[in-house]
C-alpha cells in the first residue's frame, strides 16, 4: 500500500539525463519506480552506410529492496529525496552505491506527507538515531584505513539517522587510553577503521573501566583497515556478505548486531588481556611478528614470510592442556592462576610435544585470506584449537597446510588436528619465541586462555526492525 496516496509517491526520475514522471510505489519488499506513462526516445546511428534506428524506453520499472536500502534521505533545498541503495552485483558478490532520486519538482513539492513517506520507509532499512565514535588508525597495514573512512563517510553521512565523530589515532594506545575514562553516554557504539590490533586494544580499554559489563556491551563495528581483518571477515562471511570497505560499512548502517565470546587471557604474572581472536605460537606466530619489518607490503607481507618459513619451520617444546568442548559441564567461572595444577584433573586433558603450528582460534577467519577454524562460530563457547607437531610436520605437511588455509582445506592434511576446546593453558617447556594474541605480541612464557563472565557485540546481524508500511 502507498503511504501518501493510492497511486503513490509521484515524483521525477531521471535515467541518461531525461526526466520522466513516476510513482514510487510499495510493493512485497521494496519500492518500485514505475513510469506514469511510457516515454521513449528514437535513437540512429550509421552502419555501412546504412541508416538504422529503434526506440528505446527512456525509464523502465526499478525496484529497491529494502534489504539493500539504508533509508531516504531529504534534501529540502531542492525538494528531492534521495534512496540510499547499496545492492550486489551477483548473489555473492559485494555491495556497490547505486541512490536513485526522486525529484518532487523543487521546494514547494515537499509537502509534509512527502517527508512522512520518507521517514516511515527509512524505519523500514535501519534501526533510526545512532551516534558513532570512530577511531582511524592511518597507521595501521600499509595505511589505507584513511581513505576507508572516505569511502564510509561518503555513505554515511547521507544515511539518515546516523551520526558520527571521528578520532585519528595518533599513538599506540591511543584508543585504548580514550575509552578507557570516556563517557559512555557519549556515544551508541565504537567503530573501528584499522587492522584486528586497534579492535583489542579498545576491548582491553572498555574491560578496565569499573562499569567494565557495561561498557563491553557497547556494540562494536569493524571496517577494514588493517593487514589482516579477521573479525570483519567473519562477520560478513557468516552473513553471507562480501568482503570489502563498503560491505562492512552498509552492514554497520543497518544496525543488526550479534554478541561475540570474550576470553580473559594470562600471559605470565603481570599480563591480563581480553581477546577475542586468536593466540599463536611457533611457526604461525613467527610468521605474524616477523613479518612486521614488511608491513609495506600490506597482507603480501605474511605469503612472503611463511614461505620463508617453511624453508626454515620454527618449533615450539610445550605443554598444552585443554578442557574438551565436548566434557560436561563448563570451566570454572573464575579462572585459576597460572600455577595452580590442571593435569591429572578431569575433563582436563594434556598434550606435550614439539609444535611446528599450534594456533588457537576464536572465529572462523583470522584474517581476510586465512581460514583456520571452518564452522567455528562468533558466540558458540568454543576455542579451535589448530596443531601440526611431532613427526608428522614436515616441511612438504607444513606447505600443504599453509597453502589450505585460504580455504579451509588445511584440515584435510594428514597430521593436522583439529580440538575444539572451552579453554587452554599453554606451557612452554624449552626454548624462546613468539606469542601474538589478536594480532599482538605478549610476553612469552606460560599463557592461559579462559572464558570471561561478559560477552562482546559486534555490528553484523539481521536488522529486524520491520514496521508495516
Known sequence: ???????????????????????????????????????????????????????????????????????????????????????????????????????????????QAQEQWATRVTSRCNPGQRRFLVFVNPASGSGSAPQAWRTTEDLWRVVPGIQYTAITTTTPGHAYEHVKSMDLESCDAIIIISGDGLVHEVWNGLALRPDAERALALPIGHIPGGSGNGLVKSVLDNLGEGYGILDAAFCIAKGGHQPIDLMHVQAGAECQR??????????????????????????????????????????LSAKLIYWPAEAPGEPAAEPPPLSAQLEDQPPWKMIEDDFTILWGCNTEWTSWDTRPAPGARLCDGMWHLLLLRGAAASRTTLMRT????????????????????????????????????????????????????????????????????
Open 274 to 315: 581480553v581477546s577475542f581472536l586468536s593466540l599463536s605460537a611457533a611457526t604461525i606466530a613467527d610468521i605474524d611478528i616477523e613479518s612486521e619489518r614488511l608491513r609495506c607490503m600490506g597482507s603480501a607481507r605474511f605469503t612472503l614470510w611463511a614461505i620463508w618459513r617453511i624453508l626454515r619451520p620454527v618449533r
Open 402 to 469: 599453509l597453502l589450505g588455509l585460504n580455504a579451509g582445506e588445511h584440515v584435510r592434511v594428514p597430521g593436522v588436528e583439529v580440538v575444539r576446546c572451552r579453554a587452554f593453558r599453554l606451557l612452554p617447556t624449552s626454548g624462546g619465541g613468539h606469542l601474538v594474541l589478536d594480532g599482538e605480541a605478549v610476553p612469552f612464557g606460560p599463557v592461559q586462555i579462559w572464558p570471561s563472565r561478559v560477552h562482546g557485540s559486534v555490528f553484523g546481524g539481521e536488522f529486524t526492525n520491520h514496521p508495516p508500511v
Open 1 to 111: 500500500m502507498s503511504l501518501v496516496e493510492p497511486d503513490g509517491l509521484q515524483c521525477y526520475v531521471g535515467n541518461s539525463g531525461s526526466r520522466v514522471e513516476a510513482r514510487a510505489c510499495f510493493v512485497d519488499r521494496g519500492i518500485a519506480l514505475i513510469p506514469i506513462r511510457e516515454e521513449t526516445r528514437r535513437k540512429t546511428w550509421w552502419c555501412c552506410r546504412r541508416r538504422s534506428s529503434h526506440h528505446e524506453t527512456l525509464l523502465p520499472q526499478r525496484t529497491f529492496d529494502f534489504d539493500d536500502l539504508l533509508g531516504v534521505s531529504i534534501d529540502t533545498e531542492v525538494g528531492a529525496l534521495r534512496l540510499v541503495h547499496c545492492p550486489r552485483q551477483n548473489s555473492d558478490g559485494p555491495r556497490f552505491r547505486r541512490d536513485a532520486f526522486l525529484d518532487l519538482g523543487g521546494r514547494e513539492g515537499l509537502a
